[in-house]
């Protein structure tokens, strides 16, 4: 069974930047597309961006983060990271990765695509 442990969160004036991890154990995380989610308070969990599976040729952004945050994969490493540049505070929120069984991300968007989930990181972004 996949396991997957997101870390990296933290606190970030705006502006600034972070890199989030998602480290995959139980199984090789190239058979899984992994997407991005965030969870701000009293709202819904909602997509942020998806790799594709195997060699991670497809990527998708939610239209908020285009140009801000960059999705990548390492399959020696058994990780994927989320790159997060130019940060706002509309960003705070926590974040979870999630893996789907060889997909190509057609639905990224979709919570219930994915049967795999991490136990969340915070990210704050404040002055």
């Known amino acids: 069974q996949l396991q997957l442990v997101e870390s990296g969160g933290g606190l970030v004036q705006p502006g600034g930047s972070l890199r989030l991890s998602c480290a995959a154990s139980?199984?090789?995380?190239?058979?899984?597309?992994i997407g991005w989610f965030r969870q701000a308070p009293g709202k819904e969990r909602e997509g942020v961006s998806c790799?594709?599976?195997?060699?991670?040729?497809?990527?998708n952004y939610a239209d908020s983060v285009k140009g801000r945050l960059t999705i990548s994969r390492d399959n020696a490493k058994n990780t994927m990271y989320l790159q997060m540049n130019s940060l706002k505070p509309e960003d705070t929120a926590v974040y979870f990765c999630?893996?789907?069984?060889?997909?190509?991300?057609?639905?990224?968007?979709?919570?219930?695509?994915?049967?795999?989930w991490g136990q969340g990181t915070q990210v704050t972004v404040s002055s």
């Open positions: 999630a893996a789907d069984l060889w997909s190509s991300c057609d639905r990224w968007y979709d919570r219930d695509e994915y049967d795999y």
């Open positions: 139980g199984s090789f995380l190239y058979y899984y597309a």
């Open positions: 790799i594709s599976s195997s060699t991670g040729g497809s990527t």
